[in-house]
């Protein structure tokens, strides 16, 4: 592996070097061990999240190499330089048509993908949904048991390689029409409420508290989440600014169903 990323990173910095037939078939290794889920763009370990750089910089070498063809799958054609992931009854994942993964995703046994979108250098962890017109950006990390209702939006992240992707981190559920972009992280278990836009500059207000407590980029785990405003003075006047608000914590247990069914009900969330 790490003479695959020393020739992936030479490459990235001379593009000339995938001329060579050995630097083009790393390339190509990459793609394939990101489909087959044995290498991620982004990996969790004690410190928190880190980020793979030089995977990122593989699938946009890939893009140079590959060229662009016509694929037919059924009445439907597309012209593009990826092809379609394969295997998905071998993989034990269901893809309800036209739900869409692409080769150098990969989706792990037990996930649902209703018809939204899964981009290349995702990863998908067991039991998740992905539901209807739900869209999961380039290099987007989503964990185990996620629910990510319909329309969310998953923000891609391909460039510049070293930046931290979206990530969906076991157990979180993500209400209708949510968007979350720009390497933000939404901890294990959260729930995001219908319409909860999160950008790396959205605030994410602690509101529980006599005090208010704020956060950028990271949706603590637990926390229970909806859309917010608020005051921001310019020059032309007094306007107000989408924020997100933290207005309570769903309780740890077992049984996860049980658990996110309370949180909605307690603080009366629309999702």
């Known amino acids: 592996m790490h003479e695959l990323q020393e020739r992936i990173s030479a490459a990235y910095a001379d593009r000339e070097r995938l001329k060579d037939p050995e630097t083009a078939a790393a390339v190509r290794k990459v793609l394939e061990l990101l489909d087959q889920g044995q290498l991620r763009v982004a990996e969790k370990g004690p410190d928190g999240w880190k980020v793979n750089a030089w995977v990122k910089e593989a699938i946009l070498l890939y893009f140079g190499l590959a060229q662009m063809s016509v694929m037919e799958v059924g009445p439907f054609e597309f012209f593009d330089k990826l092809p379609l992931k394969k295997g998905l009854e071998k993989a034990g994942v269901r893809v309800v048509p036209p739900g869409t ?5 990969f989706v792990d046994r037990g996930a649902v993908v209703m018809p939204g979108y899964v981009n290349v250098g995702a990863h998908v962890g067991s039991g998740t949904m992905v539901d209807t017109w739900a869209t999961v950006g380039s290099c987007a990390q989503v964990g185990k048991n996620v629910h990510l209702s319909g329309g969310v939006g ?80 310019f020059p032309a006047g007094t306007y107000l600014v989408p924020c997100a608000l933290i207005i309570g914590r769903r309780s740890e247990s077992t049984d996860q169903k049980t658990s996110l069914n309370q949180a909605l009900r307690d603080f009366a969330v629309s999702v």
């Not at 993964?101 to 995703?105: L, V």
């Open 154 to 233: 998953l923000g891609g992240v391909l460039e510049p390689p070293s930046a931290s992707p979206v990530i969906v981190e076991d157990g979180a559920f993500i209400g209708s029409r949510c968007i979350v972009v720009e390497g933000c992280v939404v901890e294990e278990e959260a729930v995001l409420g219908a319409n909860v836009v999160l950008t790396a500059s959205t605030q994410i207000i602690d509101v529980t508290g006599p005090q208010e407590v704020v956060y950028r980029g990271r949706v603590p785990a637990r926390s229970v989440v909806i859309p917010g405003a608020r005051e921001k003075k």
């Open 101 to 105: 993964i692409r080769y150098g995703a």
